[in-house]
């Protein structure tokens, strides 16, 4: 319904979203609604939207024919490279949580930078988890480097230290290019807990010396193939490596595959092939996945395409079923339990292998 509202309105200058998840699937939701919405408004009427209920009426009342803005929008090419400059000419900041696992770590915002155009600034202002406030955007040109936080008391772990309050370090006691798990004491009730989020310090601020740190993963966030483990940055990575390829990936989960042979195949384009070729190049550069690779023990991988909006659909499912917030529902980096994976294998319409099915 908001991005509906936004279409009618040519003068939006400012958009907000929490995280970019959710400022993607509006966008797809304009492009799958554009024809639909622009008759809408040159006729005056609410578009069929679900969950209106008892509301609606009162919103018709702030839809009114509108055709000089219906004829505005038909001359706009749905998709091209900027088009959304077009729909909103005076659009010029978009803030959005844009790093992290909100990133993919960049093909996304590849894909709103074409949707929206050169000109309109994509501005990661904050780094935050359910529990506290981690970091504020320190350079709008950079979408991963934040101040840490000094409103909580926020300390920092080595990762390759031993977990012991004796190797905490205060913030002014990192060191710029070491990596850190952050550990939180809120100012909600000061309990001491691991936020499990993996940080790298890219140096110190000018103004008061307050750490700038860069997200780098979450810890734990992996799974073990033969026998050795896969973290969620090298597997981005790896994604990322292909996401050119396949022609922009923006969400993925990865799963360990157990089956003998895969039970589907199909092609995507002229360059899938070399796509997976790619992926195992990029997989077989870490020494321990290529030695059990090398021994039999782990086979070529393979990328299973899911229908279009299968990742907004998961995230309704979930939302459904947990009662959280859209801001901390996320897409699995790697899937390890059974239901979310027959989830998304139901809607797996095309899986790209290296060999031919026997």
């Known amino acids: 319904m908001t991005a509906f509202f936004s279409v009618m309105n040519p003068s939006l200058a400012f958009m907000a979203a929490p995280i970019s998840t959710i400022l993607y699937d509006a966008v797809r939701v304009i492009e799958t609604n554009w024809d639909a919405w622009i008759h809408a408004i040159e006729k005056g009427y609410l578009p069929d939207i679900p969950d209106l209920g008892d509301f609606k ?3 018709q009342a702030y839809v009114k024919p509108n055709s000089d803005r219906a004829n505005q929008l038909r001359e706009i090419e749905k998709g091209k490279e900027g088009w959304l400059k077009k729909v909103w000419p005076s659009l010029a900041i978009i ?3 844009l790093s992290g696992s909100y990133s993919m770590p960049l093909s996304k915002t590849l894909k709103l930078r074409h949707h929206f155009g050169p000109t309109v600034n994509l501005q990661s202002v904050i780094y935050a988890a359910t529990e506290t406030m981690v970091g504020y955007g320190y ?3 950079d979408i991963n480097l934040y101040r840490l936080d000094s ?3 926020i300390e920092l772990l080595d990762v390759e230290k031993e977990r012991s309050i004796e190797n905490l370090s205060q913030p002014w006691e990192v060191e710029p290019g070491r990596k850190y798990e952050v550990v939180v004491t809120n100012k909600d009730g000061l309990w001491r807990y691991m936020l499990e989020d993996i940080v790298q310090v890219a140096g110190f601020s000018p ?3 307050q750490p700038l740190i860069r997200y780098i993963e979450r810890k734990g966030v992996a799974f073990r193939a033969a026998g050795e483990f896969l973290t969620q940055s090298f597997l981005q990575e790896a994604i990322t490596s292909i996401s050119n390829t396949l022609g922009g990936v923006l969400e993925f989960s990865i799963e360990l595959d157990e089956r003998k042979l895969p039970y589907l195949q199909g092609d995507l384009g002229s ?4 796509a997976l070729t790619q992926l195992k190049e990029k997989m077989l550069t870490h020494g321990d996945y290529k030695k059990y690779t090398d021994a039999g023990y782990i086979g070529d991988p393979t990328v299973r395409i899911v229908a279009p909006g299968t990742f907004k659909a998961y995230r309704d499912w979930k939302i459904k079923n947990t009662g959280f917030t859209p801001g901390q529902i996320k897409v699995p ?4 339990d059974a239901e979310t994976s027959e989830w998304l294998i139901e ?3 095309m899986e790209l292998t290296l060999e031919p099915m026997i």
């Open 139 to 141: 350079d709008a040109n």
């Open 95 to 97: 803030r959005v949580t």
């Open 151 to 153: 409103d909580e008391h």
């Open 57 to 59: 009426p009162y919103l």
């Open 271 to 274: 360059n899938s092939g070399s």
């Open 347 to 349: 809607r797996v319409v």
């Open 333 to 336: 980096c790697t899937i390890v």
């Open 207 to 209: 103004a008061d010396g």
